[in-house]
């Protein structure tokens, strides 16, 4: 049995709101590229991904020597560990990931810290980790979502910059921003030279295809880089994935932008919908900034959870989460009619509970 907590999986004949993606569903382009890139199945890709890696740092304008080609971003927490060998995992919780896990099997330390919680929202206050003792961070590895997971919170470029400040020369900041494209690209760290700082990337969240397996790190860390080629396995992302991302970034670069930035529109559209529309059940919703909500109400999983699959809806289950428990749900923002039947749905458990 799988120790690891995620979205996805619902049960067939519900709408699954627990693995939080773009809402427009993928888009025509991609999926005609997708089909396209089939052919590719029948050789090996390039084991250094060139240009892949050529086509990512042309559309992010970054060095493509200072990027690497992920089986999703998910896989870096376990390159990352096993090639930087941290002192201690010092995390921001909650937070996506199985760094517990992964940590434990390494023999490595977990230092959580936590998001300020009030009734709204869960912020980022950079003294927590700035005034850890000097010898806890030094040899240390951060880790951060932004916008975070589960939480949706997005603390801004400044505030991560003011983190990143902090940092000792012997340690790293790992800021996994998987659903950036999603929120406020502004805020992004994607770019900044810092040998510190390691940026995650996911194009499986922004394209809405989340068996498509394939992200990119971004660090200016030449050292790091060599150690992480190093432990990661040969021909870590599929070759129909390369090619797809390939021609994508190539031929129909604005066609990309133009898909993102309308999904951010509809993204914002649709979690103001929910979040006001399950406010008026009293449920408490917090702020959000990203593809999803987190939601507390009054009845515990399984029970709710129970409810809803009844009515042909599916949510996640929020308890994996460190510092949450079954009183929390997270809840993808998908399409209009979807958004409506959830909170119908919620609304049937929460009067019938």
């Not at 049995?1 to 519900?14: D, E, F, I, N, Y």
């Not at 790091?224 to 870590?236: E, F, G, H, I, S």
Request: one cysteine or more; proline letters at 5%; glycine letters at 6%.
């Amino acid at each position: 049995m799988s120790l690891r907590k995620h979205g996805g999986g619902a049960p067939a004949g519900t709408i699954d709101f627990s693995a939080p993606r773009n809402p427009l569903g993928a888009s025509r382009i991609a999926l005609k590229i997708l089909r396209e890139s089939m052919e590719a199945s029948t050789r090996y890709p390039d084991p250094e991904y060139r240009e892949l890696r050529t086509a990512i740092a042309s559309y992010y304008d970054i060095g493509s020597a200072e990027t690497m080609i992920l089986n999703g971003a998910a896989e870096a927490l376990t390159l990352l560990l096993a090639a930087f060998r941290p002192r201690n995992l010092i995390v921001l919780e909650p937070t996506f990931g199985d760094h517990w896990m992964t940590a434990e099997g390494l023999g490595i330390k977990v230092v959580p810290i936590l998001y300020s919680r009030s009734s709204e929202e869960f912020t980022l206050d950079p003294h927590v980790y700035l005034e850890l003792p000097a010898a806890q961070k030094a040899g240390s590895m951060l880790l951060l979502s932004n916008p975070n997971n589960p939480t949706g919170h997005l603390a801004s470029r400044k505030l991560l910059v003011q983190i990143l400040e902090g940092i000792p020369s012997t340690s790293v900041i790992v800021v996994d921003e998987a659903f950036m494209e999603l929120s406020d690209p502004s805020q992004s760290l994607l770019g900044m030279c810092d040998e510190r700082l390691v940026v995650l990337r996911s194009f499986t969240k922004t394209l809405a295809l989340p068996g498509l397996r394939v992200g990119f790190l971004h660090t200016c860390n030449d050292e790091l880089l060599r150690k992480l080629d190093a432990v990661r396995q040969p021909w870590n992302v599929n070759a129909i994935a390369e090619r797809m991302i390939v021609h994508m970034l190539n031929e129909y670069p604005r066609e990309y932008f133009e898909y993102v930035d309308e999904a951010m529109r509809m993204t914002d559209l649709e979690r103001g919908f929910l979040t006001e529309a399950l406010e008026e059940l009293d449920l408490t919703v917090y702020r959000s900034r990203a593809p999803f909500i987190l939601v507390h109400h009054e009845i515990s999983h399984p029970k709710l959870q129970g409810v809803l699959v009844k009515y042909g809806v599916y949510v996640r289950d929020a308890s994996s989460f460190y510092s949450l428990d079954a009183h929390y749900s997270r809840i993808s923002v998908l399409t209009r009619e979807d958004n409506r039947k959830l909170v119908e749905t919620f609304k049937r458990a929460t009067e019938g509970c």
